[in-house]
């Protein structure tokens, strides 16, 4: 009677000897208790039912969230008073089920992959706790197009070490981890040049942005950030786009321009160019004087030279022929303000401001 029973004997404990075999290397996967793992964990042979805990997975992956494409580390640990062997099986899905980013070992010796790669667990070596405790690493490269949040689930198997199933403890833990909001940034301006002396109107453009209110809209000279244009009539059009304009001193440096919206920098996006008609020339071949002027001023050693006087908005509000070694020009119909004079003598340039109050 006892030799049939072999038989039967030999078929239910090869599989149960060759399953606990296989769990002291490692789950044989989908035991995370994970929305794609349906939920299962050790228990499905180890019974009860799996406690959860919080704190178990840690992350590097920043408060504001992960990037794309950038690899974070992914850390497990697990506390039992009296455990002898220690296991789990973590895995990465999002809010179907799905598997998402690539899981990468740095513990080769201490982990595996199992779950088709889908999914690290312990190798025989990494189920040795140290004291109550066992710990395990990995990286995890984060995906892109992932809507909603990243759940990370682990499953634990805190096992008294009697070769069996009974007395065996299964916890399970998760967190929730989202991707970072894209950073906000300035794209453009348009135009993106002007000349000195121009009033210009732009429209600026973002990405990624809020723009509300009146914000601080400027440009700052990219040889010397201490030389800054302040914009006037903001206008918010939207949250990525918005309205500005820039009067652009006669004096203002030739060159390029950095553009600031409150905290955002677009560097080189504006160019302020030359005054039309106006060229700088080392060796002034005149004098003007006084300056400031009231209605008039004198210009000397200029015979012969064509002198023209242009505004701020670099237009040319009057010219003449100097006849005089001291000529008087006459401003008194000009409005006060800043002025541009050039005078021009046998292909030379000479380059002044005049004040007119």
Not at 12 to 41: C, E, F, Q, R, W
Not at 176 to 194: C, H, K, T, Y
Request: charge should be negative; charged fraction near 15%.
């Amino acid at each position: 009677m006892m030799k049939k029973l072999y038989p039967l004997f030999f078929v239910i404990a090869v599989p149960l000897i060759l399953i606990l075999m296989s769990n002291s290397t490692g789950s044989i996967g989908g035991k995370t208790g994970s929305i794609g793992d349906s939920g299962t964990t050790c228990t499905e042979c180890h019974g009860g039912s799996a406690e959860p805990m919080t704190g178990w997975i840690t992350t590097n992956v920043p408060t504001v969230g992960y990037t794309p494409g950038e690899t974070y580390l992914i850390t497990a640990t697990g506390t039992h008073s009296g455990v002898v062997k220690f296991g789990f099986e973590l895995t990465v899905e999002n809010s179907s089920g799905d598997k998402v980013g690539t899981l990468q070992l740095i513990e080769p010796s201490r982990t595996r992959f199992t779950n088709s790669d889908q999914a690290v667990t312990h190798t025989a070596d990494g189920n040795i706790p140290s004291g109550n405790t066992n710990s395990w690493t990995m990286n995890w490269v984060a995906p892109s197009d992932v809507e909603g949040d990243v759940g990370i689930y682990a499953a634990f198997n805190a096992a008294n070490g009697n070769g069996g199933t009974s007395g065996d403890v299964i916890y399970k833990s998760e967190i929730f981890i989202m991707e970072a909001a894209p950073a906000p940034l300035l794209s453009g301006i348009v135009p993106d040049n002007a000349y000195q002396g121009d009033m210009v109107n732009t429209t600026i453009s973002g990405e990624n942005t809020e723009f509300s209110g009146t914000p601080d809209v400027y440009l700052t000279f990219s040889g010397n950030g201490l030389e800054v244009i302040n914009a006037t009539n903001v206008v918010v059009e939207s949250e990525v786009l918005l309205q500005a304009d820039f009067d652009i001193p006669a004096t203002a440096s030739v060159g390029l321009w950095d553009l600031h919206v409150n905290s955002l920098l677009l560097e080189d996006a504006f160019t302020v160019n030359l005054i039309t008609g106006i060229a700088d020339n080392a060796n002034d071949i005149t004098r003007i004087y006084p300056n400031p002027a009231n209605d008039h001023f004198f210009v000397e050693d200029a015979v012969d030279a064509l002198l023209s006087v242009y505004n701020v908005k670099g237009e040319l509000v009057t010219n003449l022929r100097v006849t005089n070694n001291k000529q008087l020009v006459n401003i008194n119909d000009l409005a006060n303000g800043l002025y541009i004079i050039m005078i021009e003598k046998n292909g030379n340039k000479s380059i002044d401001k005049i004040l007119v109050n």
